[in-house]
């Protein structure tokens, strides 16, 4: 079964608006989770580490302010994109490692008009 | 700093054939993990191979196979008997310490039945 499920699937919002995706480990604790955007076409970047408790790491050039990243419990990870733009449309990507192997969440298709 | 390469951007097989996914790689790290990952149309990333880069002995799971050039720093995947199924977009991706999962640009394997 499912280890990793993102919330919501597929989301279109409005230019200006904000837009929360939420990243939730089903079946174990989970003190780091990763977070990746993929544009069409092309591979996953690497955005974001995000740790229980404790600010997220950005990847060079992400902003931080833009990519707002809360990991207020060991299951869930949250990524809001605030004032959506775009060139914000995209496919994000959480993952998280339990006992050495890496598990991706489903995926979220964001669409901003 | 790590560098994924994949030079085929596309690459097509005949069902029941052989083909060949080209991945190279750069690190400074002496430990590091190589992948070999699955992209269906759904998008859920899947873990096709993994080699550790300590182990001399190319991994295989069944029809995957990897030929692994540590010297040439060359990590390609082999798909023996191609099924219609395996049919995705293939990321080569190199991992050092716990966290850093760089990906390739990916190769789009078609397979004609």
């Known amino acids: 079964g499912a280890v990793v499920s993102q919330h919501p699937s597929r989301v279109i919002c409005k230019s200006g608006t904000s837009v929360k995706i939420e990243c939730r480990s089903l079946?174990?604790?989970?003190?780091?989770m990763f977070w990746y955007r993929q544009f069409p076409k092309q591979s996953l970047m690497l955005m974001a580490t995000s740790n229980e408790g404790s600010k997220a790491t950005y990847e060079q050039g992400v902003e931080k302010d833009k990519f707002l990243i809360n990991h207020a419990s060991l299951t869930l990870s949250t990524l809001t994109v605030t004032s959506a733009h775009p060139e914000d449309s995209s496919f994000y990507i959480c993952s998280l490692i339990q006992l050495r192997h890496r598990f991706f969440g489903p995926g979220t298709r964001l669409t901003v008009l | 700093a790590q560098t994924v390469t994949q030079s085929q951007p596309e690459m097509s097989v005949q069902e029941a054939e052989t083909v060949t996914l080209s991945c190279t790689y750069d690190t400074s790290e002496s430990d590091y993990y190589l992948f070999w990952y699955k992209q269906p149309p759904s998008r859920q990333m899947i873990l096709v191979i993994r080699?550790?880069?300590?182990?001399?002995q190319n991994a295989t799971e069944n029809r995957f196979s990897v030929n692994f050039q540590k010297a040439a720093k060359s990590f390609s995947l082999k798909i023996s008997d191609s099924q219609l199924g395996d049919a995705a977009m293939y990321f080569c991706a190199s991992q050092t310490g716990a966290n850093n999962l760089f990906f390739g640009t990916g190769t789009r394997l078609t397979v004609i039945p």
């Open positions: 079946d174990f604790q989970a003190t780091t």
């Open positions: 080699q550790e880069a300590y182990k001399q």
